[in-house]
């Protein structure tokens, strides 16, 4: 086993573990510090896909943006962590069929597929080549959606904000 597939079977063995942790925890800190590990392993997959650029924001916006912003609601929700289910096992019997199900769907699709290996690919830069599409190829449209998420952004701040009373 070459260390590359190695390294690929690691990650996929940490997005797996971090994502089941994210499901079945019963504390919501610890899901939210799983979802952590959940979005890092998806990034790493990104990365051995050759997506460099989609690795990149991966992790700028869901590591970054996204994971921050549920552990502020979290820790800003007071007594988030106190609240007693009563009920854990409603629904588990349902959830297990689905399961089973699926996976042994996904068992005999993986069994009856035939697969090809794929040509050894070299991977090259993606970022560049974006970013030029961006500024040549598609820079009209890149500057209407810059425009349109500016006119969300300002019809917000106008919806958000309060009217003072004198």
Excluded: C
């Excluded at 962590?81 to 699709?109: C, E, S, Y």
């Excluded at 035939?114 to 050894?120: D, G, I, M, P, S």
């Amino acid at each position: 086993m070459e260390v590359s597939t190695a390294v690929f079977y690691l990650i996929s063995l940490v997005t797996v573990v971090s994502a089941g942790m994210v499901a079945l925890s019963r504390n919501i800190i610890y899901s939210a510090f799983s979802l952590l590990g959940t979005f890092m392993g998806v990034a790493g997959i990104y990365v051995f896909l050759g997506a460099d650029f989609v690795a990149a924001v991966q992790l700028l916006i869901y590591v970054g943006g996204i994971l921050v912003l549920i552990l502020f609601a979290v820790m800003l929700t007071h007594r988030i962590t106190d609240v007693k289910i009563t009920n854990r096992a409603a629904g588990r019997i349902p959830a297990m069929l689905v399961v089973t199900v699926f996976a042994v769907m996904l068992i005999q699709t993986v069994k009856e597929t035939h697969w090809v290996a794929a040509k050894q690919v070299i991977f090259t830069a993606t970022t560049a080549t974006i970013g030029d599409a961006f500024l040549y190829d598609y820079l009209l449209p890149f500057e209407l959606a810059s425009l349109v998420l500016l006119g969300a952004m300002i019809g917000a701040v106008v919806l958000s904000r309060k009217e003072i009373k004198e």
